[in-house]
T-cell receptor
Framework: GENVEQHPSTLSVQEGDSAVIKCTYS??????FPWYKQELGKRPQLIID?????GEKKDQRIAVTLNKTAKHFSLHITETQPEDSAVYFC????????????FGTGTSLTVIP | GAVVSQHPSRVICKSGTSVKIECRSL??????MFWYRQFPKQSLMLMAT?????????EQGVEKDKFLINHASLTLSTLTVTSAHPEDSSFYIC???????????FGSGTRLTVV
């Protein structure tokens, strides 16, 4: 099955700086890579996603890059704000066969005002 | 947008009893629902995939007789934790995949505490 690794597990940045979270996956058949933000005790919220036919996607301060050859993808948050503080999870999925999501271990991001 | 409702949000039960958690898609038909378990400060671990009208597919290491999943309609899946033990205490969260391609929508989660 799919194995997703995520680094770092914790990340602290000063407000206004950038934050980068990296994930690797094992199954080359995975073709969909969403990123979720989860606040304590709440459901994960999709913040951005990328499909395997795209190398990069950007939505305002958030961007995701995908390297299919190396099987890794990264989340980039620029101009961080205190409200970006949360736990972020990457996931990998094969949308052609079941669409189960396999999540990374999570990154606890703290943005220091 | 797609909404998935999950109940109850919190439940406390005694060891040895069973607890049922419901996951409903409110405005779309969910051909597939997924059940995840999340321990504090840990990731979401896929427990099982539930397809409407058929038996659930469980991930390796998940006891199917302990975590009973029923997906009787396109809008409802239930997870029953049978003979609950304190180690079953966790955050259980469902998600649904819609045939209208709304993507993957999470329920609000259920905090189960077994005492």
């Amino acid at each position: 099955g799919e194995n997703v690794e995520q680094h770092p597990s914790t990340l602290s940045v000063q407000e206004g700086d950038s934050a980068v979270i990296k994930c690797t996956y094992s199954d080359s058949a995975s073709n969909y890579f969403p990123w979720y933000k989860q606040e304590l005790g709440k459901r994960p919220q999709l913040i951005i996603d990328i499909r395997s036919n795209v190398g990069e996607k950007k939505d305002q301060r958030i961007a995701v890059t995908l390297n299919k050859t190396a099987k890794h993808f990264s989340l980039h948050i620029t101009e961080t704000q205190p409200e970006d503080s949360a736990v972020y999870f990457c996931a990998a999925s094969n949308q052609d066969t079941g669409n189960q999501f396999y999540f990374g271990t999570g990154t606890s991001l703290t943005v220091i005002p | 947008g797609a909404v998935v409702s999950q109940h109850p949000s919190r439940v406390i039960c005694k060891s040895g009893t069973s607890v049922k958690i419901e996951c409903r898609s409110l405005d779309f038909q969910a051909t597939t629902m997924f059940w995840y378990r999340q321990f504090p400060k840990q990731s979401l671990m896929l427990m099982a995939t539930s397809n409407e009208g058929s038996k659930a597919t469980y991930e390796q290491g998940v006891e199917k007789d302990k975590f009973l999943i029923n997906h009787a309609s396109l809008t409802l899946s239930t997870l029953t934790v049978t003979s609950a033990h304190p180690e079953d205490s966790s955050f259980y969260i469902c998600s649904a995949n819609s045939i209208q391609n709304y993507g993957y929508t999470f329920g609000s989660g259920t905090r189960l505490t077994v005492v």
